[in-house]
């Protein structure tokens, strides 16, 4: 005997197959496999490499070589400019296309390694539909390659077209074929499609949905030209899919397209944790799409000093600083100190004729309303709106202005639902005065109804006359606030974003205007801000909802 | 006595190895085959087999079949007030099949090897030996069942054969092996498979294109969807057979005397099941990668499991592999067969002292690990392989692995069965925890050892050279440590059921198909076979078996002529 294998298998070296055969069979036979688990992995290793052994002594006068096998395997790293060896084979040799080895990428069992030279039996015959296929497969690959070069640049409309044509005849060609040519054809175009990568990039889905490769993908014996062409493949779709608006990551997406270094401003739009997600996801599982990102932008966004961490952006705010004057009724704020007074003006008030107070009552809260109704739904309200509508007669201060004051008064108290009654209310008395003057609009800022009166389109006056109503019947227009003057909010990143991106502001000045009301902007900006919140109430503090 | 069992979805069969060769067992219908159906009614009273098939239509809701496609799940049918798992209802086939054999022998078997799908997954076979052992059985060795078939294909003449495909598509799971024999070793090369693929399928696209051409279906949509289904399922089980052997059948279901019918075409049929037809393809593509042979040099194509009688699945094969199929093995009998062979085997059967079996795992075994990335990134999920799928087992495979963080006290390992690189998209069989002294990171390693059996179960060992400390998984903890109560609580549970007189039980198939056709047949037929009844009923009750037996002959044949020739 001559050492390992032959030992173990206890024959001499051989080349006869079936003298290793008899002898794994008789040793077989004495073994107990369960209680013997490695004897037995050890004597099927003795005979394989018997078997392979055996195989390589009678192929040593042929001109076989594993070299040229290894040479068309790709490392799962391969930058695919591997060789044309299959593709220009099938230039020509007709029938080599069909020949590509079935060939695992694992060493199993015992391996009877792909002979490509010995296993090519006799070229057969080839059926018509067999040489039509062989046709496409030529062109196909003679536009993919083009003059046998590979090529970066696009495929033309035409050549679109005809590689479409070409490829679907072949697909169709697979799903009438024998296993062998299948999986042929199956190979070669992943292995093709690899090489001619991007310029195969249109026809790589179609040949997909055909052969399933995607239901490869992640599988631990997944092809390694699959491999590749799997992860372009999840690449392209994931590219289309973030460019559409409501991609959970598409902000980040533009964010990281748009060239330039990344802003303070960018920083309070984009969710940081949305672009860190976009970061790991193309690198991990899309790396070619990094190319589309801005190289500086990136850079930008990822530099960040430690100390602030990656979830801080979210929550920045810009502070907002905001001045409100409130009106108090007029008996209780001007003649305060004289009791008396008041009680005297109140009974004067009673005396006003009531056809004239139910005709100022409609003007401000609608056909449906008078004295009695409104003493209905607030008793407080009724005796301050009776002591505005005396103020109103004996000075400049409308009871109007009144009303529309307390509204905002009303802000301070009000649950959800009235606060963005308010919020509406007041975007509706900036747009109205805004269309008149930027003076008209900032007096309505700062809670001054009285001076420049607001000119209302029937359908705005309507709406009003509808949101004071209902904040009449919330009880809330009698509470009084108990704070006025200047007090400052922070707007949240995204508003500012949305600000951004629906005016005409740079951030300079938008920054500037939110911190300093008399700014001439600071009207449109408001009502944008205002508009914004109406959008989407419920993404806003209700302290911001209430203040703004 | 070791019996073999194919224990399959929609029939099951039994034998055992006499006089040199496997003997199937007939069972007390005279059949071989026993469908694995159950039916019971609130009396504990039990049906398996044909009796139960006809016992669907009349009372689909205390019957089920296919129950084998819920193995190794947790899920349960209520049959009749009584709960039963799919590991019941098998135990209930394979009771009925001992007695058969009890029956034919005189001598009730204890010991068992039964068939199960090559692409069964670990839970899957614990499942099966559990419900052998609920059955009362031990359960020797689970053997595949397109391994069974090879045994059975390769012993008719016992030559050395090139590597052959056995292609195996049950009632409900997809096997391919490929399999050569030399030297009296019969070498499985590779399997892969589809454990959710079978002739149950064809049946729910044969549902599904029939459905939308029965036209108004006014009563059929009143009657509750449980009894619609099975009425449905067992029209189109009968159209696909009808199909076998004609160019167009009849699909039709009678519900309270209205029959609603139409016409199913072959080519109607192959187009609904193309895509069914297409996943055949993917694992016979795998099996012969992994085996690193080519079709061409096949040397038989064998044809395993009732549903590879459907023409388009013989259409599809031809396609595939350029040639017709081998038809020397019985489709239906060739796993029972084969299962008596390995029986055999086990017992020192005579004339079986050159044969051996060699299997292959089917699937990557593994362990769920967890690395970092360059950037400090923690990836976990990653599925580690520690014995491949294909290989020869049994087998036993050892890997080193290493803490992860500084000071590490405890290291867990999820254990994995399947294909893909993360490990949510695998099966998952349990999980060790094994203590490991503080150190810095991927300095203390941890051994893990997979032993895999030729019944295809796993063992794994897991140790610490540091602390010497081995810990023992028993795979899919929970289930084990219960197992034992419950093979018991179980088993009691199925011995109150009550199951009919072996004497009488031709007598209850005879009654449940006869009240199957009188559900089936209208107007004159259905009077007619409304008579028959009583005149059997009448007859049992005269309690004197000649005269049961001659009432029992005329009932059977007078139904057989009748659906022979239908009257519509």
């Not at chain 2, 998209?425 to 941890?446: D, M, R």
Request: charged content about 25%; hydrophobic content about 40%.
């Amino acid at each position: 005997m001559s050492g390992y294998p032959w030992d173990e298998l206890g024959i001499a070296q051989t080349s006869d197959v079936s003298a290793i055969r008899r002898a794994y069979a008789d040793r077989l036979r004495g073994l107990d496999l369960d209680k013997d688990i490695q004897g037995y992995a050890s004597l099927r290793h003795a005979r394989d490499e018997a078997l392979w052994l055996a195989k390589q002594s009678s192929q040593e006068d042929g001109n076989f070589g594993l070299g040229d096998l290894n040479d068309e395997q790709l490392g799962p790293d391969s930058d695919f400019s591997v060789t044309f060896n299959q593709g220009q084979s099938a230039d020509e040799s007709s029938a080599d296309w069909v020949d590509v080895a079935i060939d695992g990428a694992r060493s199993g069992a015992y391996e009877e390694r792909p002979q490509p030279h010995e296993a090519a039996p006799a070229e057969p015959e080839l059926t018509e539909a067999q040489l039509a296929a062989q046709e496409a497969w030529q062109a196909l690959f003679s536009i993919l390659i083009p003059n046998g070069q590979p090529s970066d640049e696009a495929v033309t409309h035409d050549e679109l077209d005809a590689g479409h044509e070409h490829l679907s005849a072949l697909i169709q060609r697979a799903s009438e074929s024998d296993l062998v040519e299948h999986d042929a054809l199956d190979s070669s175009l992943a292995q093709l499609f690899a090489e001619a990568w991007p310029r195969s990039a249109p026809f790589v889905e179609p040949a997909n949905q055909a052969f399933h490769w995607l239901d490869e993908a992640g599988s631990l014996e997944e092809r390694p030209a699959l491999m590749f062409l799997n992860a372009r493949l999840q690449g392209m779709r994931f590219h289309e899919e973030v460019q559409q608006e409501d991609h959970p990551l598409h902000k980040a997406w533009v964010e990281l397209s748009r060239p330039g270094k990344v802003t303070l401003i960018d920083r309070l739009k984009i969710k940081r944790e949305e672009v860190d997600q976009l970061f790991t996801l193309i690198r991990s599982s899309y790396p070619e799409l990094e190319s589309y990102l801005d190289e500086e932008r990136v850079h930008s966004w990822q530099y960040v000093p430690d100390s602030i961490g990656p979830r801080i952006v979210q929550y920045l705010f810009i502070g907002f600083l905001i001045v409100q004057f409130f009106r108090f009724c007029s008996a209780q704020m001007d003649d305060r100190a004289n009791l008396d007074e008041l009680f005297e003006q109140t009974v004067q008030s009673e005396a006003l004729a009531d056809e004239q107070v139910t005709i100022k009552v409609q003007a401000i809260f609608g056909g449906d309303y008078d004295m009695a109704a409104i003493r209905a739904a607030d008793p407080v309200f009724a005796d301050q709106m009776r002591a505005a509508l005396n103020t109103e007669a004996r000075s400049s201060r409308t009871a109007k202005g009144y009303v529309q004051n307390k509204a905002l008064q009303a802000a301070e108290f009000a649950e959800f639902d009235e606060a963005v009654k308010i919020a509406e209310l007041k975007r509706l008395w900036l747009t109205a005065a805004l269309d008149q003057s930027t003076d008209a609009c900032r007096n309505v800022m700062v809670g001054d109804f009285d001076s420049t009166p607001i000119a209302m389109s029937a359908a705005q006056y309507a709406r009003e006359s509808e949101l004071l109503a209902d904040l009449l019947n919330a009880g809330l227009l009698s509470k009084m606030a108990e704070f006025q003057g200047a007090r400052s909010f922070s707007v949240p990143g995204w508003m500012v974003g949305e600000v951004l991106d629906r005016t005409e502001y740079s951030e300079q000045v938008l920054t500037a205007a939110l911190q300093n009301p008399e700014s001439e902007d600071r009207c449109q900006i408001e009502i944008t801000l205002l508009g914004i919140m109406l959008e989407q109430p419920g993404r806003v503090s209700i302290d911001l909802l209430r203040g703004l | 006595m070791i019996v073999g069992i194919d224990l399959g979805t929609t029939n099951s069969a039994v034998a055992i190895w006499r006089d040199g060769e496997p003997k199937l067992v007939p069972n007390a219908l005279g059949k071989e085959l026993t469908p694995s159906a159950v039916s019971l009614d609130k009396k504990g009273q039990t049906w398996v087999g044909q009796a139960a098939i006809d016992r669907m239509a009349t009372h689909p809701s205390d019957t089920v079949s296919s129950f084998k496609r819920m193995m190794g799940t947790e899920a349960n049918v209520v049959l009749a007030g009584t709960k039963l798992t799919s590991e019941d209802l098998s135990a209930m086939v394979l009771r009925s099949l001992i007695d058969d054999v009890e029956e034919a022998m005189g001598e009730r078997p204890v010991e068992a090897v039964i068939t199960v799908p090559a692409y069964f997954n670990e839970r899957q076979r614990r499942a099966t030996r559990r419900a052998g052992e609920i059955a009362g059985l031990d359960v020797k060795r689970l053997i595949n069942e397109p391994t069974a078939a090879a045994l059975a294909f390769g012993l008719h003449d016992r030559g050395d054969r090139e590597p052959f495909l056995v292609f195996d598509l049950g009632g409900g799971t997809f096997d391919v092996s490929i399999v050569e024999m030399f030297e009296g070793i019969v070498e499985v090369r590779a399997s892969a498979g589809d454990n959710r693929l079978g002739g149950d399928d064809f049946d729910d696209v044969m549902v599904k294109l029939a459905e939308p051409l029965l036209g108004d279906l006014g009563a059929l949509n009143k009657v509750p969807t449980d009894r619609r289904k099975a009425l449905m399922q067992l029209a189109a089980e009968k159209t696909r057979i009808a199909l076998s052997s004609a160019q167009a059948a009849d699909f039709s279901v009678t519900v309270e005397e209205r029959v609603y019918a139409t016409d199913i075409a072959t080519d109607q049929f192959e187009e609904a099941a193309a895509p069914l037809v297409k996943r055949l393809r993917d694992p016979v593509i795998r099996a012969l990668r992994d085996s690193h042979i080519d079709v061409q040099s096949l040397s038989d194509i064998v044809l395993v499991g009732g549903a590879t009688r459907m023409p388009v699945v013989r259409k599809a094969l031809t396609r595939m592999f350029g040639r017709f199929p081998n038809s020397t093995v019985h489709p239906d009998h060739a796993v029972a067969l084969g299962a008596a062979i390995q029986a055999g085997l086990l017992s020192g059967g005579e004339g079986l002292d050159e044969i051996r079996i060699t299997d292959v795992a089917p699937f990557t075994l593994g362990v769920e690990t967890a690395t970092r990335d360059q950037h400090g990134r923690y990836h976990s999920g990653i599925f580690a392989p520690i014995i491949e799928r294909n290989t020869p087992v049994p087998v036993s495979r050892m890997e080193e692995f290493g803490t992860l963080e500084d000071n590490q006290r405890e290291v867990r390992f999820g254990i994995y069965q399947g294909e893909a690189r993360d490990v949510s998209n695998n099966v998952k069989l349990g999980e060790v925890k094994i203590q490991v002294p503080p150190k810095e990171a991927g300095h203390v390693p941890v051994e893990v050892r997979f032993t895999y059996d030729t019944s295809g179960l796993l063992e794994v060992d897991v140790h610490v050279p540091d602390t010497g400390v081995t810990r023992n998984l028993v795979i899919v903890d929970e289930e084990d440590k219960r197992s034992r109560k419950d093979i018991e609580k179980s088993r009691s549970k199925l011995e109150k059921l009550k199951v009919h007189p072996r004497d009488d039980a031709e007598n209850v198939a005879a009654l449940a198909r006869a009240e199957r056709a009188y559900e089936g047949f209208t107007g004159m037929q259905r009077d007619m076979i409304g008579r028959w009844l009583t005149e059997f009923k009448g007859a049992l009750e005269k309690q004197d078996p000649r005269i049961i037996v001659d009432a029992r002959t005329d009932l059977i044949e007078a139904l057989d002529e009748l659906e022979a020739n239908p009257p519509i």
